[in-house]
C-alpha cells in the first residue's frame, strides 16, 4: 500500500490538489466558453481521479533506480507512463463531459490537459523520488545508529567471549604451569595476554578500522593461543597487500578466528592449523577463516555469539550488501564473509 493512503496524510495530499483543480477550472472556462459551475463540477473529479493515478509513479520509481547509468530506462519508462496517464486523463475528461456535463465540446482545451496532466506526473515521479532518497537515508541513518548500539554490544560481549572465563581459565593456567618450566614462555604469554586486552579497549568508539589494524587483532589472539597449543596449532595466511587499508568494522575478523580454536584445533589430538586469507574480488574485500577439524570429535557447546555476531553487524553496516557463509568443505571448516571495498579507513 502506499504511504499516503494511510492516516492524515491522505487528506493533506488531496487538500494540495485545490489549486490544480481551481488551475483546471479556469483553463476551461477560458479556453472552452464553459460556466464556472461546468469548470468546477468537471475539474475537481478529473483532479480527484488523476491524483490517485500519480500516486503510481511510486511503482516504476522503485522499479528502476534513480542512477546515472540508467538514463535510458529512466527516459523510457517514466516518458511512456507519462504518456500513458496524461491520455487516460484526457479520456476520462471526455467520458465526464459526455456523460455528466451539459457543456459545448471541450477539444479545444484537451491539449491543455493532456500537457497538464503529463508535467504534473512528472513532477509526481520527482517527488516519488525525494521520497525514495529520504527514505533511504532515513534506513541508512537507523542502520548506523543500530551498528554503533551493537558495536558496544559487541566490545563487551567480544571480551566476554574472547576473554570469557574458559579462555581467561586456560591462559591463566597455562601461565601458571610454565611459570615451573618455562619461566621465559610464562613472561612471554603474560605480555601477550596484557597486550591484547590492551588493543582491545576503546574499539566500541570507532565505526571501523583499517583490515591491517583488525587483522594484528586476531594475530594478537592467536599469538597467545599459540603458547598454549604448541605445535598442535600452525598458523598460515595469505593476505593481499591491497585490503591493508580496507574500512571494516573492528573486531569483526577475532570471532571468525576463535571459532575456528574453539570448534576445530582444540578437539584435535594431531597438529592442525587455521589458514587467514583476504583479497579483493569484483569490489568486495572476501575474507576467509579456514581451520582443520575432528568431523568424529562431539560438538562443544555454542554461546550463540561469534558467527551470529557477525552476520548481525554487517547486515547492521551494510544491509544486504555483506554476507557471511560457513561450513566444511573437504575436510576443512571454512568461513567466509564478504562486505563491500569501496572505503578506505580514516586515520
Known amino acids: 500500500m502506499h504511504p499516503l493512503l494511510r492516516g492524515r496524510k491522505l487528506g493533506l495530499y488531496l487538500f494540495a490538489w485545490a489549486p490544480i483543480a481551481y488551475a483546471l477550472s479556469f483553463i476551461l472556462v477560458s479556453q472552452s466558453h464553459v460556466s464556472w459551475l461546468s469548470g468546477v463540477a468537471l475539474s475537481v473529479p478529473l483532479c480527484l481521479i488523476y491524483a490517485f493515478i500519480c500516486l503510481s509513479a511510486r511503482y516504476p520509481c522503485q522499479a528502476v533506480p534513480l542512477r546515472g547509468d540508467r538514463i535510458s530506462s529512466l527516459l523510457i519508462t517514466h516518458l511512456g507512463s507519462s504518456l500513458v496517464a496524461a491520455g487516460l486523463w484526457v479520456l ?9 456535463i451539459a457543456a459545448p465540446t471541450i477539444d ?21 523520488y525525494v521520497f525514495i532518497a529520504v527514505a533511504a537515508s532515513q534506513k541508512a541513518l537507523a542502520r548506523e545508529a543500530e551498528a554503533r548500539v551493537l558495536a558496544g554490544e559487541a566490545e563487551l560481549r567480544a571480551l566476554k567471549a574472547q576473554i570469557n572465563p574458559h579462555f581467561l581459565f586456560n591462559s591463566l593456567h597455562s601461565i601458571s604451569a610454565l611459570t615451573s618450566i618455562d619461566g621465559a614462555k610464562a613472561r612471554e604469554m603474560c605480555v601477550l595476554l596484557s597486550a591484547f586486552l590492551r588493543s582491545t579497549l576503546g574499539l566500541s568508539e570507532k565505526g571501523s578500522i583499517p583490515f591491517e ?26 593476505i593481499d597487500a591491497a585490503c591493508a587499508s580496507i574500512a571494516v568494522p573492528p573486531l569483526l575478523l577475532q570471532p571468525m578466528v576463535e571459532n575456528a580454536v574453539i570448534h576445530g584445533i582444540a578437539n584435535l589430538i594431531e597438529p592442525g592449523f587455521i589458514r587467514i586469507s583476504a583479497q579483493l574480488a569484483e569490489g568486495a574485500l572476501v ?12 560438538p562443544r557447546a555454542r554461546t550463540g555469539f561469534g558467527l551470529a555476531s557477525v552476520r548481525k553487524r554487517l547486515y547492521a553496516r551494510y544491509g544486504g550488501d555483506a554476507r557471511l557463509t560457513a561450513g566444511p568443505r573437504e575436510g576443512i571448516f571454512r568461513v567466509e564473509l564478504r562486505l563491500p571495498a569501496g572505503e578506505n579507513a580514516k586515520p
Open 213 to 238: 589494524e583488525e587483522l594484528g587483532l586476531a594475530r594478537g589472539y592467536l599469538a597467545i593461543e599459540k603458547v598454549r597449543f604448541g605445535d598442535r596449532l600452525g598458523v598460515e595466511e595469505e
Open 287 to 298: 575474507i576467509a577463516v579456514e581451520n582443520s577439524f575432528d568431523a568424529d570429535s562431539p
Open 108 to 128: 479545444a482545451v484537451l491539449p491543455s490537459i493532456f500537457g497538464m496532466g503529463l508535467v504534473l506526473y512528472l513532477l509526481a515521479v520527482a517527488v516519488h
Open 92 to 100: 476520462l475528461a471526455k467520458f465526464l463531459v459526455v456523460t455528466t
